[in-house]
């Protein structure tokens, strides 16, 4: 299994920040790349999100099950798509009225022959760079409203 963690500090306030970051269907113009974020179904604390973004020039097509625990954190469990079973935690840890946000990336990849590979030379750096820059992006919107305000 490869772990990969990358976090951002964001002068905002934890409640703004997930109330931003909760807003499911707004990533498609939040997050660099994404052209769909829909809510397809609710489920009990959650709801499952068919995605579409492009990455690293390809266009992509996957679907989480999201999980909330408001002010906190958002959970996704890729259930289809490059990236099946992926577990993806986007944690909030208020620090006054600043915010860090981390984001976690958990992932197997099968069959066993690849793994080595997939997880060191395609998985982790295409993982990690879009990672920083949707924590990027996160910032900047979070830190952007207050400006407009």
Known sequence: MIRLQD???I???AAEVY???SDLEGHQN???GYIESRIIEQIRGGCVLQRKAVIHGKLRNWKSLVHFEPDRALHFEQLEGPLKGMQVHWKLNPVREQTWL???HS???RPWWKRWWMERVVAKPAIEQTARLVL???QQAAEQKV???
């Open 147 to 149: 400006a407009l305000s």
């Open 107 to 109: 992932v197997h990849v």
């Open 7 to 9: 976090s951002i500090l």
């Open 102 to 104: 981390e984001i976690i």
């Open 19 to 21: 109330s931003l970051i």
């Open 136 to 138: 990027k992006a996160i």
């Open 30 to 32: 939040l997050l660099p």
């Open 11 to 13: 002068q905002r306030p």
